[in-house]
């Protein structure tokens, strides 16, 4: 099983940028596939998360309002638009899928990472 994420970047504040995360080798139809970021000295955390029920979201609050998860489970991809971005979004952004019950808040939840990608939002 592969994710593979692109469509980071660096930005200026106030800008948008959009990842994607392409998933192979299993479907992830059925299944919560979300997104985390990291910022250096920083544990990862959790921006966002497409859930069990079709059409069931999840965001951090300091995202709410600002991004939006989408999927499109015929292409095994998730997606990410960030909108008004801030400085403090910067960070390495990583996409997850998860096979396995529990908290789509949770990293231990997630059985599968992508490599992350880079977004810098510059003041």
């Known amino acids: 099983v592969q994710l593979q994420a692109s469509g980071g970047g660096l930005v200026q504040a106030g800008g948008s940028l959009r990842l994607s995360c392409a998933a192979s080798?299993?479907?992830?139809?059925?299944?919560?596939m979300g997104w985390f970021r990291q910022a250096p000295g920083k544990e990862r955390e959790f921006v966002s998360a497409?859930?069990?029920?079709?059409?069931?979201?999840y965001y951090a609050d300091s995202v709410k309002g600002r991004f939006t998860i989408s999927r499109d489970n015929a292409k095994n991809t998730v997606y990410l638009q960030m909108n008004s971005l801030k400085p403090e979004d910067t960070a390495v952004y990583y996409c997850?899928?998860?096979?396995?019950?529990?908290?789509?808040?949770?990293?231990?939840?997630?059985?599968?990472w992508g490599q992350g990608t880079q977004v810098t939002v510059s003041s």
């Open positions: 497409s859930g069990w029920n079709e059409g069931t979201t």
């Open positions: 080798g299993r479907t992830f139809s059925s299944y919560p």
């Open positions: 997850a899928a998860a096979a396995r019950p529990g908290s789509v808040y949770q990293p231990a939840t997630y059985n599968y």
